[in-house]
């Protein structure tokens, strides 16, 4: 099952289980004129990305907060630009949001989704968090992958809502 098939049954979820909303939460898509702008402006971009953005201007799953255009009330990847400017090195690279630490999420020129700590000033020292956006989302934040976000992985402590509803439809694993 792809990301966007997870995010709109999570979408329908919200509904049935409003505890969800603790946890999960998304909008109307970006306009189309900023996800223009963005194609433009950095043509590595998946087109992944792109149409995530077609899906929703920003979202949080479970405290990572993807930026969208700032139309909505996501934060704006040019707030994220201007925020972690100093940390980004010169290298083809686009923050996307934030984790629940603080730290940038962001999209390299080869695809991949990376984190970048405040305390670094290159993304050579980032931390590597999937391949490309459909695994960041489809199997990090969504998947079997998430107790990879966890140093130790997930513990019994890391349990929430989050983790019961991942549990539930099938895309996550015993702890």
Known sequence: MSWLEKMQQTKLALVENPRLQIVFSSCTPAPETFIDLLR???????????????????????????????????????????????????GPILPIGEDPSGDCIAIIKDGSVVAIDYTIDSTDEATYLADSFDDFLDNVLMGNKYPSLFPGGLTPHHENEWTHFLREKGWLGSV
């Open 40 to 90: 433009d402006r950095y043509p590595f971009l998946p087109e992944t990305y792109l149409l995530f953005l077609k899906q929703t201007d920003g979202a949080d799953i479970c405290m990572f907060v993807l930026a969208g255009s700032g139309e909505s009330s996501f934060p704006s990847i040019e707030t994220l630009i201007k925020r972690w400017k100093p940390n980004l090195g010169s």
